[in-house]
């Protein structure tokens, strides 16, 4: 009997978009396993998700794969998922499933939050694909988690069920954030004058970078300048500015912490997998911080985790693949 995927696929390509709360990315699908004219942008560039859609199927790529004929579409979107109508947290895009649907006659649209499709496409990551930091082996067949910094902080996870993997529909980087030292105690004091609620994602994110940068430029007592995430990246790869190397360094830290907060709720024996853009423009840095340090620092359970194994994603756009697994599940 043909497949879900072969029928969708035998209709023409099926479309794919991974959209975060800052960069939006486009593929068509056409062969199993198969994902060309992969655009990429700003979201900011567009409106809307609409004009952002007329636009990438208006690249010549696009229309030379035949990406008019997309009939079957699935969407990865940093943001929850409860019904029709969409608004994004980091972003100002709303819309509604079945308008978007009618206005580019797709036969069907699957609308998922980002870290669930990306989550479905770890069983699809070869080794050239991941990188590990620190020790651990996976355990085969068991509950696999993942943590991810992008513009926001994800976490999603995969359940193993016989033959097959269920991915979990989580919003855990909103939980509450949990200082480990004096300088992380500082941070959270910075950020509680301007949010109420600290979440995790406030400060171990890419919008967090600047936020975490203006506290401890404060507490070094100097001025912080205007910089956006890439620009602290840069300059602390760079060790141009110490308070921006100290920021990737917090950074690092605080999501060792949240990757074993993630690992003991789950039981993740089968691994922990950090997806997300801000970490592999990094690679190198992150591998050497105390990431690996504070995952293990949980006490009576520090052995627990130290047999667990964390793998930085550095497939460049495995939500792609996450997305088109689901729609082949579908």
């Given at each position: ?205 890419g919008l967090g970078l600047a936020l975490v940068y203006r506290a401890l430029a404060e507490r070094a007592r100097i001025t912080p300048q205007e910089l956006d ?102």
């Open positions: 009997m043909e497949t879900v995927a072969h029928i969708h696929l035998s209709s023409g390509p099926r479309l794919l978009a991974d959209v975060g709360g800052r960069r939006a990315s486009f593929g068509l699908e056409t062969a199993p396993n198969c994902i060309v004219a992969v655009w990429e942008t700003d979201c900011a560039d567009y409106p809307t998700l609409g004009a952002a859609l007329v636009a990438y199927l208006s690249q010549p790529a696009t229309v030379a794969a035949g990406g008019y004929q997309a009939r079957y579409a699935g969407i990865a979107i940093a943001n929850p998922i409860d019904g029709d109508w969409v608004t994004m947290t980091n972003h100002h895009w709303s819309f509604s499933i079945e308008a978007v649907c009618s206005q580019f006659s797709l036969k069907s649209l699957v609308v998922v939050n980002d870290f669930k499709a990306l989550a479905s496409a770890l069983p699809y990551l070869d080794a050239a694909h991941r990188h590990q930091i620190g020790g651990g082996v996976a355990r085969e067949g068991a509950m696999i988690g993942l943590v991810g910094a992008d513009a926001g902080l994800g976490v999603s996870g995969l359940v193993p069920a016989g033959e097959r993997w269920i991915a979990i529909d989580s919003e855990g980087g909103h939980s509450t954030f949990a200082p480990m030292n004096e300088r992380e105690i500082e941070i959270l004091r910075y950020a509680r004058r301007y949010h109420e609620h600290v979440s995790s994602e406030r400060l171990v994110s995430a890439v620009q602290i990246t840069e300059r602390g790869l760079a060790r141009t500015c110490p308070v921006c190397e100290e920021t990737l360094l917090a950074f690092c830290e605080m999501l060792g912490t949240v990757a074993g907060n993630v690992a003991l709720t789950l039981g993740a024996k089968g691994g922990i997998y950090i997806g997300g853009r801000v970490v592999p423009p990094m690679l190198a840095f992150f591998e050497r911080s105390g990431f690996r340090a504070r995952f293990e620092q949980k006490g009576r359970f520090s052995d627990y985790l130290a047999h667990i194994p964390t793998l930085v994603i550095t497939e460049k756009y495995p939500t792609l693949i996450g997305m088109s697994a689901m729609l082949s599940a579908t």
